[in-house]
């Protein structure tokens, strides 16, 4: 393995093989000095990650009986003094994450607005025409990237800025159709929604194999794992006087994760189509797997801090079953069929986090303690189509800068509630985003991209929407951290 300066090996690491063939490895401190594998080890990473329709507030807002206030108009209460599931939504497979998500109500966005990909990471509407006819945001920067183009986030260039997932099934003869983006960033006076991938074949390649797809490779290549291709490098490493025996561990674990993903990425581009008329479903289920897989190994090995993953599908067969128009219906019906379309959903959040836990990192904390994970959604109530009452979970304390295991509720007292729908008044959401980017250690400097201070679109600032008063005690809290959530 060739010596390289401290900083760069603590950043991303190679093992060389036959024709230039690289491999990225994982961040391994046994090979570092004391303060570099320190410094490595508290990194802190963020992800986003989007799902559509909003959700039906029966299904997804736990039982709040018995919440304490912990701050003006906040209500808290733990996680574990549930029993049962903790809702409809976030039902038995989050029950061995409980300590480590955070389920958050009472975030209101200041738009007018309807169906939204960017709110999530943007806290901003679209200009003319509209999210669904491509216009950019009125407030065209995205946490993600922000992240990315931060000096106190990334001191020193990263190999790759941020991993943005858009899974898609392959459909219609095999072709794969574009997956979609939340993301976007402004440098220049030009706006730009920032691309995503959406096959998990490319990704691999691109990133942990060091190589591109070429328009005709060699069967015989592409049947060779990877890390095979690389195999005097690894057992030379693998067996080196300077590798502590857990990183033996680390290391041995992770090519055992890409052979295993390598190997089922083969086998899924092993189908072909019979026909012009027949199409060729993948089983959704299995295509999540992979991409969550990928972003995983690219955050646990230092190869990014920074990814977003779009989960579009509610079936593993990647049929929608009327998600959409179901969002627009109320009763008990379609509560349950909601409940039923979004378990999918959450059944691959809860396999990020899970996987995400279960990597020790070399400070003795989890990949998920030292990240910030935020589920969020296009709408708050699907029937309304606005962003009133936004349902989030977080998951990881950010190296304990974020309250871990709690429902919070932010909603004002009653009485004072929205003009339109008579919900109540909750607190701005680009709080969320403010505090979740303090949690990644950036400044209001870093974030503050627009006009004035703050974070996001305010058209709704200053109006008089909301009965009873009580907005003007949010109007100086561009700045703010949510109470309770936030920890410093």
Known sequence: MTDRPERRLARRAFLRGAGGFALAIPFLPSLLGSRVAADASTSRRFVGVFSLNGQFEANWHPDMTGAATVAPNTLARSLTDIDGPISNIIGPQFDGLR???????GLDGLTESGHNRSFPLTASAHTEGGMERGSA?????????VLE???SFYATPPVLGAMR???????????LRAGESFSWWTEDGVTTRLPVQSDAEVVFRQVFAGSEPSEGPDPNER????????????????TSPRLGGQDRERLSNYADHLRDLQTRLAAAGSVTCTGPDVAYLEDAEAMYTNHIDLLVAALACGITRVGTLFIKHVRADGEMAGFHSNSHLSGPEAERTSAGLNAFIATRVAELLTKMDAIVEPDGNTLLDNSLVLWGNELGDGGSHGQLDMPMLLAGSACGRLRTGVAIDYRSEEGVTWTNGGKRLGRPYSMLLTTAMAAMGLSHHEWELGDGPGFGDYQKLGHRYAKGGGWDRYADARREMLPHLWMG
Do not use: C, W
């Open 137 to 145: 945001p009125f407030f065209p920067y995205s946490v993600d990237a």
């Open 223 to 238: 049947r060779q794992l990877v890390i095979d291709r690389v195999k005097e490098d690894f057992d030379r490493l693998r």
């Open 99 to 105: 300590d480590k998500i955070t389920l958050l109500r």
């Open 149 to 151: 183009h931060a000096p």
């Open 165 to 175: 997932l858009s899974p898609m099934l392959r459909r219609y003869n095999g072709e």
